[in-house]
């Protein structure tokens, strides 16, 4: 903020304290001097243009209103706040461990995920993402992303008080909570929405609505489109309003006007809300499609930036035990201003969906060769200290395969020649594969979109039968699994992986899985399953105590942990994969169905002076390594 204006700064701060109770007047004040600058300069330069009609006025409604957030927020939140502060590296310790799930698929309710953190806990689960769970728009709704309160919770799935329950035990067991935000759009049945279909122009404003096509068309032009299929297009006619609004996603999720302060303001408000009922993580649901610019692609403007270091520092304000997550599926390089960039570096998301390494790590299994694996890894930008990746091997989304471009371009090859055998492997339409999942988007135009399929569907375990498909099929989950736990970052489980679930088939969902083939990854915990996983050599028991492994194995390695630094060691073998954390572990995994060996001393150019060891087994590595088909190799030593 500029020196210039020590009277918007008093007034400001007057505006912050005048909602606090004396006892936390103090800390208000230390948090106002660190953080007001970037408050103040990322909301002047998105609104405070040209001296915008009573915009210091509003500046201190913002300052009143988070204030009284951080006059509601209950001391046990306050208390992991000022722990956070002391420990800001807390999320980047090999001992993290997330797992992802949707209430209703996971336990029925949220008091059901209550009564399923025993089984977290088991697990290792250190951070627990749930798919929406808020008020949800009535019938279709994108699994809850249609957001139609941001103040109440799905009635399906429980009330706030199960939340606050939920979350105090959560707490409790050292697990932090992460909710969904969807930020860019709301339901067309959320009150703002309906009060624009009502005609007040108030909230009219809240959403980008042209009264006939010319804009739209123009916009069109240079827009991609997220669901080509299931939803074409980037606007939809809605005769109430008049015109069309910006509906990114499905037509009736209605992009916010973030060009609006206002709707900023109602945001911020609604994001420390949530975080006063526990909500430690927020994953910022499609953060790229923020701001809309006429001629470009309206996706990664750098508004999107000011507006999430704006919504950081807020959370620096009233909530600063909070982590924001960006989910950004666009290509590696785009990502680092997620993290914020210049001045602004470290000031925006602590955490970013690596989904170009997930992709990369699929088109290794289907390709039996890693060079795309390798150039993502070798193309991963250092990020600031206290954030990191989130990495994952399935989630309840498709598999992008859009964010490879950048890197199959690298190699002089065109995307779709390169990445259409993937997308039919992965869907089983080529011979030999083992994988059952399915094409989503794909069409004659766009020959190759996105694939959906549980990871047991992927990898062939659905459907192994002898011995040795269902040996191949485990090692195949436990590599990419390995990947993402090796990697550095914040790793995730993805609902019923850890008991080798396959694909929903179930007739139940059939109508869903028509209208959106996502929900092929998206079925009910199979309890038989879950029962199971305790009873010696069942199917779920050796996926669940393999998983197990890698996660406790993981734990004890400090060299895991998400700061420590990467390296990538060079192989003449392209089927391989080596990966270096620091100088006391190395990983080497083989991506083909041949068994491999590899001399320790081909390991480019590691240190070999001291012994290495396997971390799994602790005996001494031998000179040369054996692999399995698709088996890896952890090995560490003392440093
Ligand atoms: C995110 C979600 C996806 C949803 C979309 C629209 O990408 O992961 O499931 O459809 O946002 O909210």
Redesign the pocket.
Known sequence: MKPEHPDLLAALRRSLLSALPMDRQALAEVRFDRHVGALVGTLQALYGKDDATGFDGWLGELLQTIGQCLAARPAELLALDEDRLAHPDWFLQSRMLGYCAYVDRFAGTLDGVRQRVPYLRELGVTYLHLLPFLKMQAGDN??G?AVASFEAIEPRLGTMADLDALTAQLRASGISLCGDF?L??VASDHPWAQAALRGEARYRDYFHVFPDRSLPDAYEAQLSQVFPEVAPGNFTAVPALGGWVWST?YPY?WDLNYGNRAVFADIAKALLGLANHGVEVFRL??SPFLWKRPGTSCVNQPEVHLILQALRAVIELAAPGVLLKA?A?VPTAELPPYFGSGEARGHECHLAYHSSLMAAGWAALAEQRTDLLARVIDGTPELPSSATWLTYVRC??DIVWSTLKPEIAAGGESFSQRLTPVSRFLAGEVDGSFARGQAFQTSAEVPVFGSNGMTAALTGLSTATTDDEIVHAERRIRLLYALALSFGGLPLIYMGDELGQGNDESDAHAALRDADG?WLQRPLLDTARWIARDRPGSPSARIHALLRELVQVRKQLPMLAADQPRRRLTTADPSLLVLARGDAFVAVMNFSALPKTLPLSALGDIDNSAPWSDAFTGQAATAALSLAPWDLCWLVRQP
């Open positions: 994108d699994g992303f969807v860019n759009h996603f999720q649901d499609s989910e599926i309840h989304d996502r």
